[in-house]
């Protein structure tokens, strides 16, 4: 430290302590180098965006004085009125029936899981989440010094009188599962319709909410729909305001990231709340991102997940005859029927931080370790690999090098 430096440290609350940086993050800055292939971020492939009707959209919003006038002005905390009705049709649509008052416009959701920490959990309280689960939501729930334990979503693994005593133990309460139904970051696996049944059984039991994070819920490819949590919730229930489902969606994985445009889906008192964190925390999200997110979504966002749908699942496809192609045997893998995640189980004993750094180092292609999704650090054979942004030429060549760095791990008789 500078001699005679102001020592800020000395000064942070307990709750810094838990603040780590994304080794997601960390990885994308990888992107910069050209040789690398990277698996790494779930990042959205930028030759998909709706270029021109964003640039039209953002023409029209600041082409006039009045126009000008309502996307530069300060906007109610709740979001803009117009984008709040479309995402009530929207969701509406998923089977979850409501109104513009059962939604609020957040920076993307990953704000809206970190309100939901901050409303929910005080210090020693227990968040159910899956394991792994989407790194994003560890770091939001962390900062509010929970402990974490492993939902179960099989009968005689799930105990919700378990859940509730090893909570106490600890000197708190279960205040509410979290879970990515669809297309989970980071495994790509989908909760089957009993699983859900039975997370909302098990919300019902412990008299707690289920937040549903439906980053990916759009990017089906194959397989048969499955009704939301929130649209199950409303049906058992009678409507959204009796449900404990709290919908978290978002545009970045549909549309554009940039903007940071997400919502939260939910019952009336509970978004009321969330307005007053929302006020506390940045009075209201952009208001000309949300006029030109409005403008692009009424027009072509159904087209544009035809267009985005088509070209992910063919890299999907690519990605997965890949690994079957080269992958050596003791590595195996999910098939994902959407999203944007492919999850390798690797032998036992094998540790995927330490064949990240001679991945990059002797094939350059990057990936993420699993660890980084597992609240308790474990995990250490596992990795995800992403194949939003790599087109199939680079994907076969990417897995291709994988497939001769873990065989030779593996040492010979590895072969599938």
Known sequence: MTANAFDFEACFASRAERMQASEIRELLKLLAEPDIISFAGGIPDPALFPGDALAKAFASATGDAGAREQAFQYSPSEGYAPLREWIAGYMTELGAPCEAGNILITNGSQQALDFLGRLFLSPRDTALVMAPTYLGALQAFSAYEPHFDALELQPAANSPAGYRDRAETKGGAVKFAYAVPDFSNPTGVTMTSAERQLLLDT????????????????????????PSLLAMDVARS???????????????KTMVPGLRVGWVCAARPLIEKLVLIKQASDLHSASLNQVVMHEVAKDIFDDQLGRIRAAYQERRDAMLAALEAYMPGGVTWHRPEGGMFVWLTLPEGWDAKQLLARSIAEARVAFVPGGAFFADGSGANTARLSFSL????????????????????????ASR
């Open 238 to 252: 009678g409507s959204i305001e009796a449900a404990r489902t709290i919908f978290c969606g978002t545009f970045s």
């Open 390 to 413: 790599a087109d199939p030429k680079m994907i076969d060549e990417g897995i291709s090098r994988l497939g001769k760095l873990f065989s030779n791990v593996a040492g010979p008789g």
């Open 203 to 226: 919300g019902h039991e412990l008299d707690i909410p289920v937040i549903e994070d439906g980053a990916y819920t759009a990017l089906r490819y194959d397989g048969e729909p499955v």
